[in-house]
Nanobody, 127 residues
């Protein structure tokens, strides 16, 4: 089984930056494509960013493109989301997710594509 533990959330002012991380354990991290999702109060969980198991390709939601960067360190079993130019509408619980894949060029944007989820970390952006 895979365990995912997010960390690094907190309170930041609009325009600021924050980095959230996800520690992966249990199986081989480099066999898994990874993603970040977020859920604001009263809203559905939505896609934020995804990355292939090799780290060579990534994808972003339009709302965060150019502001957020997803990355991974397969030697440290860690996934990271660097968030810059934060806006109040970025306030949400951020979740990391993992999906086993044989394909080096595959990343996934849909919630149902992922097998494992972390418990989430709260990010709050004040105006």
């Amino acid at each position: 089984q895979v365990q995912l533990v997010e960390s690094g959330g907190g309170l930041v002012q609009a325009g600021g930056s924050l980095r959230v991380s996800c520690a992966f354990s249990g199986l081989s991290f480099s066999d898994y494509a990874m993603g970040w999702f977020r859920q604001a109060p009263g809203k559905e969980r939505e896609f934020v960013a995804a990355i292939t198991w090799s780290g060579s390709m990534s994808a972003y939601a339009d709302s965060v493109q150019g502001r957020f960067t997803i990355s991974r360190d397969n030697a440290k079993n860690t996934l990271t989301l660097q968030m810059n130019s934060l806006k109040p509408e970025d306030t949400a619980i951020y979740y990391c997710a993992a999906r086993f894949t044989y394909y080096a060029t595959n990343y996934y944007r849909e919630r149902d594509d992922y097998e494992y989820w972390g418990q989430g970390t709260q990010v709050t952006v004040s105006s």
